[in-house]
């Protein structure tokens, strides 16, 4: 069963434009959330993390807000370029028990048209 | 400065060998982890090592996996008797802190079993 999903395998925008990727999870338990961006041939990136005693957290072009309620987070590129394409993979772990153990998603692949 | 790095990036075995599988984890780094990602996964934790002590193998899925740390730098992952639904990517983290802390991936081994 998966505990996090990201129901958008792929997403493609225009260079500029916003970029939105979801992800949703099951486990409540979870209360720390990460977005890692892989290329090609090399192993995800750290991009940004987010505490659930927070809604947003913005780090340049990039935001991610939480949605405890709805148990929904979602990234946002903004304005996208096209060194942003990649694989984005939402990750989740729950910072009170084994606090380094990442749950993935299938991952976005996120692709930025010129 | 250097990243994670492992070897071979590339590993092709016939079923029933046995493979082993380095990373190399960033200088210094106390936590090291093994993900295995299957194609159009995304990574699922293996187990986990402080230092040269593993402190959780929950995720490795057979007893035919196997990982060590004997020096509390460089890790092996081996796989015995290797069987085609061990294909996989199977990727390396470190992280600077005990446990929780951000997790710096190497660029992976993807392993294919015939």
């Known amino acids: 069963d998966q505990q996090v999903k990201q129901n958008s395998p792929s997403l493609s925008v225009q260079e500029g434009r916003i970029s939105i990727l979801n992800c949703d999870y099951t486990n409540s338990m979870f209360d720390y959330f990460l977005w890692y961006k892989k290329y090609p041939a090399e192993g995800p990136t750290f991009l940004i993390s987010?505490?659930?005693?927070?809604d947003k957290n913005e780090d340049g072009r990039f935001t991610v807000f939480l949605n405890k309620s709805a148990k929904h987070l979602s990234l946002h590129i903004v304005p996208s370029q096209p060194g942003d394409s990649a694989v984005y993979f939402c990750a989740a772990k729950n910072s009170g028990g084994s606090n380094y153990k990442l749950t993935f998603g299938k991952g976005t692949l996120l692709t930025v048209n010129p | 400065g250097a990243g994670v790095s492992q070897s071979p990036r590339y590993k092709v075995a016939k079923r029933g060998q046995d493979v082993a599988l380095r990373c190399d984890p960033i200088?210094?780094?106390?936590?090291l982890f093994w993900y295995q990602q299957a194609l159009g996964q995304g990574p699922e934790f293996l187990t986990y090592f402080q230092n040269e002590a593993q402190l959780d193998k929950s995720g490795l899925p057979s007893d035919r996996f196997f990982a060590e740390r004997p020096e509390g730098s460089v890790s092996t992952l081996k796989i015995q008797r290797t069987q085609q639904e061990d294909s996989a990517v199977y990727l390396c983290?470190?992280?600077?802190?005990?446990?929780?802390?951000?997790?710096?991936f190497g660029p992976g081994t993807r392993l294919t079993v015939l």
């Open positions: 200088s210094g780094h106390v936590s």
């Open positions: 983290a470190s992280s600077l802190q005990r446990g929780a802390g951000t997790q710096y």
């Open positions: 987010i505490s659930s005693i927070k």
